[in-house]
């Protein structure tokens, strides 16, 4: 048996060799990129969604949205309704009452309104609030009353009862001429 030699290689015969190694590598190289480029953008999506959540979770832990309430009347005289935290049901919460985006006075919503209790809208009747108001001039007004809760720290939050202000108009009247 006769044992024969590989035939030799020609020049380029080993340059095409050469050159789909590099190929090769060059192909891994671009793919192992690619990767990478991958797994960054989809780091900073998971990290854009956490931060999402926390913001989303100190909002809630910061502006209780859990507040509810209502402004039931407001016209020239009082301004009355009812504001009840649902996590403190025993607890009647200070509201702020501003007419025309100034403050006007404070109190704690304690009136009785046991319609309250018959709606569902709370456990205790004890949530009611009236302000009455000072003469106002002629003309139109408008009302908002904010339910006053802690946030961090000693820092307090306004939340509005009312999602706009409520507006209502002071007749001139030969009183008030």
Known sequence: MT???????????????????????AAHASSTAA?????IVVKSVLE????????A???????????R??????????????????????EAIEVQLFIDGEFVSAR???????????SGAAENPNHGFTFHLAPLSPGMHSV???????????SL???PLASSPITFVREITEQTK
């Open 3 to 25: 044992i024969s030699a590989p035939p030799p290689t020609t020049t380029s015969e080993s340059t095409e060799t050469a050159d789909t190694a590099q190929q090769r590598n």
């Open 35 to 39: 990767r990478l480029c991958s797994a």
């Open 48 to 55: 854009i969604l956490f931060v999402c959540a926390l913001v």
């Open 57 to 67: 979770v100190a909002a809630f832990v910061n502006l209780h949205p859990l507040v």
């Open 69 to 90: 309430g209502a402004i039931d009347i407001a016209d020239a005289s009082r301004v009355a309704g009812w504001a009840c935290d649902p996590r403190s049901p025993g």
């Open 108 to 118: 704690r919503a304690d009136e009785p309104r046991p319609d309250l209790v018959e």
């Open 144 to 154: 908002q009353v904010f339910a006053v809760r802690p946030s961090f720290g000693r």
């Open 157 to 159: 939050t306004l939340l």
